[in-house]
């Protein structure tokens, strides 16, 4: 219909927000948008990860392409990536791949010198740039574990054994592999709405309350210690199992017990590998979902908008 807007303004709340965790609210949007981030994340936001390695010296039990494999998925930390260029459009190395623009330069040089087994780690890699670097997983808010963080380990030397290479780290997406994706795990559910008929609910028993609480397999129903009354402990436990409707039905009480999703409100849990954290994540992923509309945007006045998008540019246009 001309002239109505289907402009929608959707809002975040944030929940919790650690390093390498966060846990947010989008309301007043839909699935779609919800998808698209989440896609987004795990597979568009662009980091920086090893790419190309040249072995000098290789006498460990690995061959070359087993320890060029174990480089590649070592998280490096990423926060300048968003303003890196990609390799295959850096014009300072024509399409190269290796100068400060586009790469970052790693070495290690490791013997083993003693009768020990010596663990190479990532530890051992030798950055060109100081703000791309392995990323250290040893948890310093924690005094109960004192052992020294060593880095993943790369690979293992006996006496006289020795690892000697350059490696040269690039921008990259998820999409084109996952050693550049930065999300370890990035999913969202739609926030559930519970209600309980209080009228029906009187009619039933402790026990049939205690059987109708216990048929959940998580724990979104508990029973009130003082009035006996079953009450929602933690909706958000829902898994859209629907065993609790069951059994309602089963013993005779169907519409006991509601439960409905708020088809515009999502509840979001982010998780990273590290290599940026969690709440850049989100906000990188914004960034890279407002270029891809304005990508779409910058067609609407020319004519090859129809040929590229079809009626969607027409119709982009008010056509």
């Known amino acids: 219909m001309e002239g109505v807007s289907y402009q929608r ?15 947010f609210e989008l309301r007043e949007t839909d699935a779609s948008i919800a998808n698209a981030l989440r896609r987004i994340m795990i597979a ?9 390695v040249e072995i000098e010296v290789n006498s460990s039990v690995l061959n070359d392409e087993f320890i060029s494999h174990r480089l590649g998925l070592v998280p490096l930390t990423s926060e300048r990536a968003m303003s890196m260029r990609f390799s295959r459009d850096c014009d300072a190395c024509d399409g190269d791949g290796q100068c400060e623009y586009c790469s970052v330069e790693f070495y290690l040089r490791v013997k083993c010198l003693s009768d020990q087994t010596l663990d190479v780690t990532s530890k ?24 020294p963080n060593k880095g993943i380990i790369i690979v293992k030397l006996r006496r006289g054994q020795e690892l000697r ?3 040269i780290a690039r921008k990259g997406i998820g999409k084109d592999h996952a050693k ?12 559930p709405e519970i209600y309980i008929n209080e009228d029906m609910m ?8 205690t059987e109708l ?20 402990v933690d909706p958000e436990a829902y898994t859209y199992d629907d065993e609790v409707l069951k059994k309602a039905e089963a013993m005779g009480k169907p519409g006991v017990v509601e439960i409905h999703a708020k088809e515009d409100s999502f509840i979001f849990t982010v998780e990273t590998t590290g290599a940026v954290k969690a709440s850049q994540l989100v906000l990188n992923a914004i960034e890279v979902l407002k270029q891809k ?6 067609s609407d006045d020319t004519v090859e908008a129809d040929d590229q998008f079809g009626e969607l540019g027409a119709h982009m246009r008010g056509g």
């Open 213 to 232: 609480v216990e048929s959940s397999p998580t724990k979104v129903f508990g029973i009130d210690p003082e009035n006996k009354q079953v009450i929602v």
């Open 180 to 191: 550049w994706s930065p999300a370890a795990t990035v999913t969202f559910m739609y926030e």
């Open 165 to 167: 290479l350059r490696a």
């Open 124 to 147: 051992d890699l030798l950055s060109s740039d100081h703000t791309v670097v392995p990323v250290d997983y040893s948890d310093t808010s924690s005094s109960f574990d004192n052992t």
């Open 44 to 52: 568009e936001v662009p980091t920086i990860a090893i790419d190309l």
């Open 9 to 23: 303004f959707p809002k975040i709340k944030i929940r919790e927000v650690k390093d390498d965790f966060m846990k």
């Open 293 to 298: 509309l304005d990508a779409v945007r910058l």
């Open 202 to 209: 009187e009619s039933l028993t402790l026990e049939e309350k």
